[in-house]
């Protein structure tokens, strides 16, 4: 089975910092990676998500960015953190169109 | 904005009640998914409904899909104190290209 693995649990972060959060995944391969991020209380909004190595599609254009440089490791980058980057990312994964997603426990990120 | 509404925001209920959660989209789907979300964790996928398929069972879980009015309902049987989460609907976009996207959840609580 898939296992999603999401570093770090949690992070404090001043603004104006740079951000790497980084998620890798066993027991699949060509999955497809997907970033989200879940403010209190709310539901998942989809940042980036990717079919394949270095395909990244983009649904949040701000400040963030994602790469994947190999087929399970996925990363979720900033230049520089706003207050309003806060909140909780999860990476999920799935093996193509009409299977459910696997998520990682999440990182949980307060930009200061 | 968002594809997946869910209805109620919240709901409580006595332990041994029957609990049910709706949830409307707007747009053609390929699937619906159901996920179950418990404070500061990651979610984890509850049940699949295909487009053409109107009613799943999984132990004391029941989906319905409504393809003509665009809406799902999870209903969970004899709750459980344990059953206590956020539960959030997803859907397969037809012309989703493999993103997949969440409602707000229902915030669900069982009282003992």
């Known amino acids: 089975s898939q296992t999603i693995h999401q570093w770090p649990a949690t992070l404090v972060q001043p603004v104006g910092s740079p951000l790497s959060l980084e998620c890798t995944v066993e027991g699949t391969s060509n999955p497809n990676l997907y970033w989200y991020r879940q403010a209190a209380g709310r539901g998942l909004q989809l940042l980036f998500y990717s079919v394949g190595i270095g395909q990244i599609s983009s649904e949040v254009p701000q400040n963030l960015s994602a790469s994947r440089p190999q087929d399970r490791q996925f990363i979720l980058s900033s230049k520089k953190l706003l207050l309003s980057d806060s909140g909780f990312y999860l990476c999920?994964?799935?093996?193509?169109?009409?299977?459910?997603?696997?998520f990682g426990n999440g990182t949980r990120l307060t930009v200061t | 904005s968002q594809q997946g509404e869910e209805d109620p925001q919240a709901l409580s209920i006595q332990e041994g009640e029957n609990a049910t959660m709706n949830c409307s989209y707007k747009?053609?789907?390929?699937?619906l998914q159901w996920y179950r979300q418990n404070s500061g964790r990651g979610l984890v996928h509850l049940i699949l409904i295909r487009s053409n398929e109107r009613e799943k069972h999984s132990g004391r879980l029941r989906v319905t899909l409504d393809t003509s009015k665009k809406s799902s309902s999870l209903l969970i049987t004899a709750s459980r104190a344990a059953d206590t989460a956020s539960y959030f609907c997803?859907?397969?976009?037809?012309?989703?290209?493999?993103?997949?996207?969440f409602g707000q959840g229902t915030r669900l609580t069982i009282n003992p």
């Open positions: 999920a994964c799935r093996q193509g169109y009409n299977s459910p997603l696997h």
């Open positions: 747009t053609s789907i390929n699937n």
């Open positions: 997803a859907t397969d976009l037809i012309q989703g290209a493999q993103k997949l996207v």
